[in-house]
């Protein structure tokens, strides 16, 4: 019930208007995004520890020696260290490119990925005046924002880059591909796209499970939902799409409910039924 | 527990390669590799008095192996016997080890793509067999022992026989082949083949060098980052957007 | 096979077998164990090795049917483990992609290299068909054999048989019969391979042309080093400062074509300062008095201008000599077919052993011991009325036995037709056109010829002119007749059996000799029955134990290898014709041939023109291994070598692409020149063996160049035939301006 008509900028929401969305559910994420998502966040603990467990040579080290000592005790030798390494890594690349291949029109698809990872005008805005919140200096409110924020569209172009590079270098250094040069220069690509990703993983990680805010955003990586105040208030111009799709198909099932062959195009201001979603008429 | 070393017997040695290709065979080395080398160092003198030498090179098992420092992933180790080994399956054939070694002893096995070289032929030696190419020199040029052995030959002729390292100034990492000749042929080897100073492979001077750094700042700095803001939110409470 | 089942059979006696032989190897005798590769278990196979022809033991390791690698025996006595670079390459040979794999029949031209596959049946009908046909139409004399190796004798067994007197290898006319004739006339017996050099107790070594470390048969190389390591001087007489001379205490860049000079000179210095041992030579040696008289005027002096050694240094060496002696190992040197005057250079050299007493004694030359060895005795082989026609009757007086024929002699004769045509050559191993120079009358010949059949392992030049191509089996995987080895102290004999089953359909000499003697209504020429048979009867009289043979390889006795060992029982110690050392050759002499060497001058290069001469590389046996992939690798090609004088003088530099123009104007393909301070300005020097034209040998083909190809003037020694090859001269050209 709390709108008759979506509306097109980010009004304030009524209480009761605000309790209604806040018990509604709106579908957010795939079964196979969040599959894929903990798929994922598993591979990267895995080997994260087992990669940091592989660079033995001081000059190169990122782990302290006891850490190193402990994971070649874990693993038996360095070449099981090794072998886990690779293997969970070549699940990895598998998995994603079945998820590419066969998802390709659900999953990689250009309208999905510019939903993504395309930046428009509202997130620059959103960009300039979040760094500006983080640090005290504007009382600005954020600018609306698609299905994702500027700031999780900015990790997944990260991740989006950085991650072919870490597979492609990963297979190079596995099966000593072309020049002994490039295995060189893929083992620093391979180091520097990893530690790329860490860094936006360390806000990723805490927006996703520590920030409250967004307690949302990771129950829906469980769930696939959110809730429709924080979609709202969070991702308005998503939720504004959502809800104008949903009433021009709830109208057209109208439409041939009532067997109207007006080929006028006169709208029939009926009240929708199921599933429906009725708002008040507000008055004005 | 050994230290094994050899030595090599120049005024013996002919340069007829015996070494090289028994080592090939015993070790599958791909066509264009080599494990061990045999060159000839050139001729010096006034016709028709001259000297001239081979150098029959390989892995010289150094005291100080600047091939260990430089392997990212500890695929090159010393054994507990001296004997510089390469574990093939951590390997990952990025070459940082070839440029390290000023004696320029190993290869990138062009078949396996990993690194590769002479390791005195330890899986031989093991099983109580002198290493291939010790076996198979006509001119029994090649000696090879423990320099813990003071009943060894290599033992007498290291420090009873005069027996030669080839090192400068600047490369003195202690290698544990040693060489006889007479001085002004060691001079011509040395001066044919003298040993470089290690390099690190471009990729691994912009690890170090700046990759590292870079990648420990944006870690660093976002962990930070996330650190305040998570104070701040303790401090200033949920917020809560019913209101 | 036979062979498969005693080999099964002797390594499950295990441990079992005694020191039945134990007093014959002076050595604990043992079934050979399995050995390890790694963590891989393989068998050993005791054999010996083809690579060159010194026959050097080698233990294959054998793993899942397949041979992983190829050391020394260390029960060889001659060789007692070492193996040089190609013994160890034997590997990559066996494995040769390019290897000939079946029987082909020629379909194209001759010389075109079209073949059609055949079975061995149609192969060997069609070989018995033509041969009988030859012999019908020519004779049995028009076939002519061509072959090589001492194992090429089931294939002499078989051309006797068929009826034909002509066959020559190369083995003689080009390369050691001069010095086996030189030596044979001054101590009655030949040199021989491997040679009787003592040179681990040598104190004083002389390489007359030899250039041992390039060139390398194993135990040789070993000897040579032990004897320098004792502290043996040594001196060395080349032209081009070889690893030999560079480790030479006295290195002689003597003037190419006057080593007789030399060795006169020194034999005058012994002779006249009384350096020589009286006693020996009082004892037995003969023709003294004359050899005194003959060298008086052959001073130092007289050799400096014509050797370009300084006088002084003569003297020097003589005495370094005669200080040493009689431990003073001359080496007769093997390849000696240089200038056409090289029986009378190896009778110098045999009279200078004689003279420091160093034949038969400790660090000079030693004494072959004694072996019998086993007979097969055959039915008498047919006479030919007609004779050998591999000379024109009356030519080279020393060349009278049957193995000592002339290969150039047959080519000439089925060019010519004189005194009757040969009208098919049989060839066995034998690469003609890198072997015999002068290769122009080689291509004229093979026109003529209306049946040509090839055995070999490899596809070389001769086979793509073949009507007939057999594929061999490698020394690998084939048995060949039992090494029976009298020139080496240890006197010993060496078996050479399969280590594994030959690959595709080629076949092991015996087989093929044996089944086309049955095609032929021959086979009573070849009465055993297979390779165990024919190894038992040949050694049946050494009294070994053939397990122990076939486990260890080898069996050797004692030997009695210097003149103080022996007695009257040995027979006579010098079988010449007077019973004694002959200085002065009594055989000469009733031929009316110089009884003594001279010096006699040999044809300068032309102006602007340098000598040609060759040698050998440590890792190449010819063109034998010029296939070989892993020696490839080591040496693809031959360059031309020049002093710094002579690079400046044609105006070339290190590196750069040359060609060479011999004197008649045949060119070389484009090569490399290297250049070196240590060597003459007279000359240009290169490794033989390398060029091959043929497609077949994909890694090997054109790579380098030959320098048969080169060799179009020849000069033939009067007493035996052999062709002088150092007697060709070239002039270098920068490849663009060629």
Same mark, same amino acid.
């Not at chain 3, 030479?248 to 030399?262: E, N, Q, S």
């Given at each position: 019930m709390p709108f008759e008509n979506i509306p097109s900028v980010q009004v304030p929401l009524t209480v009761e208007q605000a309790e209604i969305m806040e018990q509604r559910q709106v579908k957010k994420h795939q079964v196979a995004v969040v599959l894929v998502h903990w798929f994922n966040a598993l591979v990267w603990l895995l080997e994260l520890t087992t990669g940091a467990a592989l660079l033995v040579n001081p000059a190169y080290r990122v782990a302290p020696q006891w850490y190193l000592t402990m994971m070649q005790d874990v693993f038996g030798t360095s070449a099981n260290l090794l072998r886990f390494h690779i293997a969970v890594g070549l699940t990895w690349i598998a998995v994603f490119l079945a998820y590419a291949i066969f998802g390709w029109r659900h999953y990689l698809h250009a309208e999905v990925l510019r939903k993504e990872v395309g930046l428009d005008n509202d997130d620059f805005e959103w960009l300039r005046i979040r760094t500006l919140l983080l640090v005290g200096r504007t009382k600005k409110h954020l600018p609306p924002q698609g299905a994702y924020n500027a700031g999780q569209k900015m990790y997944a172009l990260l991740v989006y880059t950085m991650i072919p590079v870490i597979m492609i270098t990963g297979l190079i250094m596995t099966f000593h591909l072309l020049a002994t040069a490039v295995v060189a220069w893929a083992m620093v690509l391979h180091f520097f796209a990893v530690g790329m990703v860490v860094s936006g993983l360390m806000i990723h990680v805490y927006m996703g499970a520590v920030f409250p805010e967004e307690r949302p955003a990771f129950y829906s990586m469980i769930t696939g939902q959110v809730n429709e105040l924080y979609a709202y208030h969070h991702h308005f111009k998503w939720w504004r799409d959502v809800r104008l799709q949903q009433q021009a198909w709830e109208r057209q099932w109208a439409e041939e409910e009532a067997g109207n062959v007006h080929g006028d195009g006169a709208t029939v201001h009926s009240r929708p039924v199921i599933g429906a979603y009725t708002l008040p008429n507000e008055e004005n | 527990m050994a230290r094994y070393a050899m030595v090599i017997d120049q005024e013996r040695c002919v340069g007829c390669q015996s070494c090289t290709v028994a080592c090939k065979s015993e070790w599958d080395v791909p066509i264009g590799g080599a494990r061990t080398r045999v060159r000839p160092a050139g001729v010096r003198g006034i016709y028709p008095n001259f000297t001239s030498t081979f150098l029959v090179s390989q892995c010289n098992h150094c005291d100080k192996p600047t091939c260990v420092q430089a392997c990212p992933t500890g695929a090159t180790y010393q054994d507990a016997n001296g004997i510089v080994r390469i574990n093939k399956q951590l390997c990952i054939g990025c070459g940082s080890c070839v440029s390290a070694c000023p004696y320029g002893a190993r290869y990138i096995n062009g078949d396996k793509g990993v690194a590769d070289k002479c390791d005195f032929c330890a899986a031989r030696v093991e099983r109580g067999l002198e290493p291939a190419c010790v076996n198979t020199c006509p001119a029994k040029a090649k000696i090879f022992g423990s320099l813990e052995d003071s009943n060894s030959a290599v033992f007498n002729l290291v420090y009873h026989g005069g027996a030669q390292r080839i090192e400068t100034s600047d490369v003195n990492i202690g290698p544990n082949v040693y060489y006889l000749a007479k001085p002004e042929q060691m001079e011509l080897a040395a001066a044919a083949f003298p040993p470089i100073p290690p390099q690190t492979i471009a990729a691994g001077r912009v690890w170090s060098g700046l990759v590292k750094k870079v990648v420990f700042l944006a870690v660093g700095a976002t962990f930070l980052g996330q650190a305040v803001a998570f104070f701040r939110q303790l401090n200033v409470g949920e917020k809560q957007f019913e209101d | 096979m036979g062979n498969e089942i005693s080999r099964r059979k002797f390594l499950q006696v295990g441990t079992g077998i005694a020191g039945a032989a134990a007093a014959a190897t002076g050595a604990h005798a043992a079934v050979h164990p399995p050995g390890w590769r790694g963590d891989q278990r393989v068998e050993q196979i005791a054999t010996n090795c083809e690579m060159c022809f010194w026959r050097c033991g080698v233990?294959?390791?054998?793993?899942?049917?397949?041979?992983?690698?190829?050391?020394?025996?260390?029960?060889?006595?001659?060789?007692?483990?070492?193996?040089?670079?190609?013994?160890?390459?034997?590997?990559?040979?066996? #494995?040769?992609?390019?290897?000939?794999?079946?029987?082909?029949?020629?379909?194209?031209?001759?010389?075109?290299?079209?073949?059609?596959?055949?079975? @061995?049946?149609?192969?060997?009908?069609?070989?018995?068909?033509?041969?009988?046909?030859?012999?019908?139409? #020519?004779?049995?004399?028009?076939?002519?054999?061509?072959?090589?190796?001492?194992?090429?004798?089931?294939?002499?067994?078989?051309?006797?048989? #068929?009826?034909?007197?002509?066959?020559?290898?190369?083995?003689?006319?080009?390369?050691?019969?001069?010095?086996?004739?030189?030596?044979?006339?001054?101590?009655?017996?030949?040199?021989?391979?491997?040679?009787?050099?003592?040179?681990?107790?040598?104190?004083?070594?002389?390489?007359?042309?030899?250039?041992?470390?390039?060139?390398?048969?194993?135990?040789?190389?070993?000897?040579?080093?032990?004897?320098?390591?004792?502290?043996?001087?040594?001196?060395?007489?080349?032209?081009?400062?070889?690893?030999?001379?560079?480790?030479?205490?006295? @290195?002689?860049?003597?003037?190419?074509?006057?080593?007789?000079?030399?060795?006169?000179? @020194?034999?005058?210095?012994?002779?006249?300062?009384?350096?020589?041992?009286?006693?020996?030579?009082?004892?037995?040696?003969?023709?003294?008095?004359?050899?005194?008289?003959?060298?008086?005027?052959?001073?130092?002096? @007289?050799?400096?201008p014509i050797t370009e050694i300084p006088a002084a240094r003569i003297r020097e060496t003589a005495h370094a000599m005669a200080d040493a002696r009689p431990a003073v190992a001359i080496h007769p040197g093997r390849h000696v077919t240089w200038y056409g005057n090289d029986t009378q250079r190896a009778r110098a050299m045999a009279i200078l052993t004689a003279l420091l007493g160093a034949y038969g004694r400790k660090g000079g030359i030693f004494l072959p011991s004694k072996l019998k060895q086993g007979r097969i005795p055959l039915p008498p082989m047919p006479e030919s009325e007609r004779g050998r026609a591999d000379r024109e009757p009356g030519l080279y007086p020393l060349a009278s036995e049957e193995a000592y024929g002339l290969t150039q002699g047959l080519i000439e004769t089925t060019l010519s037709g004189n005194p009757y045509p040969i009208k098919s050559w049989i060839v066995y191993g034998q690469n003609i056109f890198e072997s015999i120079p002068v290769r122009q009358k080689t291509l004229e010949a093979i026109k003529k010829i209306e049946f040509m059949a090839v055995v070999d392992v490899l596809p070389t030049e001769q086979t793509r002119y073949a009507d007939l191509v057999l594929p061999e089996a490698t020394y690998l995987e084939r048995y060949d007749p039992p090494a029976i080895v009298t020139t080496h102290k240890r006197p010993f004999v060496a078996i050479r059996q399969p280590a594994i089953e030959p690959l595709y359909e080629s076949k092991p000499g015996w087989w093929i000799a044996k089944k086309a003697a049955e095609k032929l209504g021959l086979s009573d020429y070849f009465p055993w029955t297979d390779p165990d048979d024919h190894l038992r009867r040949l050694i049946a009289p050494l009294n070994v134990n053939e397990q122990e043979l076939k486990a260890l390889g080898a069996v050797s006795f004692e030997g009695k290898p210097y003149i103080e060992d022996r007695s009257e029982d040995d027979g006579p110690l010098f079988p010449t014709q007077s019973g004694k050392i002959e200085l002065v050759s009594t055989v000469l002499r009733d031929f009316q041939i110089d009884a003594l060497p001279k010096y006699e001058a040999v044809e300068q290069p032309p102006a602007g023109f340098v000598r040609l001469i060759y040698g050998r590389a440590p890792v190449h046996s010819f063109s034998r291994s010029e296939n070989n992939a892993w020696l490839d690798d080591l040496m693809p090609e031959n360059p031309v070598w020049l002093s710094t004088e002579a690079a400046r003088r044609f105006g070339v530099s290190d590196g750069q692409k040359v060609i060479l123009e011999n004197q008649d104007g045949v060119k070389s393909p484009v090569i490399t020149v290297k250049v070196t301070l240590a060597m003459r300005s007279d000359v240009a020097y290169t490794v033989h063996g390398f060029g091959p034209q043929s497609p077949g040998l994909r890694k090997a083909y054109q790579h380098g160049f030959s320098d048969t190809a080169l060799m179009t003037r020849i000069a033939i020694d009067p007493l035996m035939g052999a062709t002088g090859m150092r007697v060709n001269f070239v002039r270098v050209l920068a490849a663009e301006k060629a």
């Open positions: - | - | 233990m294959a390791e054998v793993a899942d049917g397949k041979v992983v690698k190829l050391q020394g025996n260390p029960h060889h006595p001659l060789t007692k483990g070492k193996l040089c670079a190609r013994g160890n390459a034997g590997v990559a040979l066996l #494995y040769d992609p390019d290897r000939l794999k079946y029987p082909q029949i020629r379909t194209g031209d001759r010389g075109e290299g079209k073949f059609k596959r055949v079975s @061995w049946d149609e192969a060997l009908d069609f070989l018995a068909s033509r041969l009988k046909e030859l012999k019908q139409k #020519y004779g049995p004399e028009s076939v002519a054999l061509f072959p090589h190796g001492v194992h090429s004798g089931f294939f002499a067994t078989l051309m006797r048989a #068929y009826g034909t007197p002509n066959s020559a290898e190369p083995a003689f006319a080009q390369c050691r019969g001069p010095r086996d004739i030189g030596y044979q006339l001054t101590f009655g017996r030949p040199v021989n391979s491997p040679e009787p050099v003592d040179l681990e107790e040598s104190k004083c070594m002389v390489l007359i042309g030899s250039h041992i470390g390039e060139n390398v048969f194993t135990s040789q190389v070993t000897a040579f080093a032990d004897g320098l390591a004792k502290g043996a001087k040594l001196i060395v007489v080349d032209p081009r400062m070889s690893t030999a001379a560079s480790k030479a205490h006295f @290195w002689l860049p003597i003037k190419p074509g006057t080593d007789t000079a030399l060795l006169l000179a @020194w034999m005058n210095v012994l002779v006249g300062e009384k350096l020589y041992d009286k006693e020996f030579l009082d004892q037995y040696a003969m023709g003294f008095k004359e050899l005194e008289a003959h060298v008086q005027g052959f001073t130092p002096e @007289w050799a400096e």
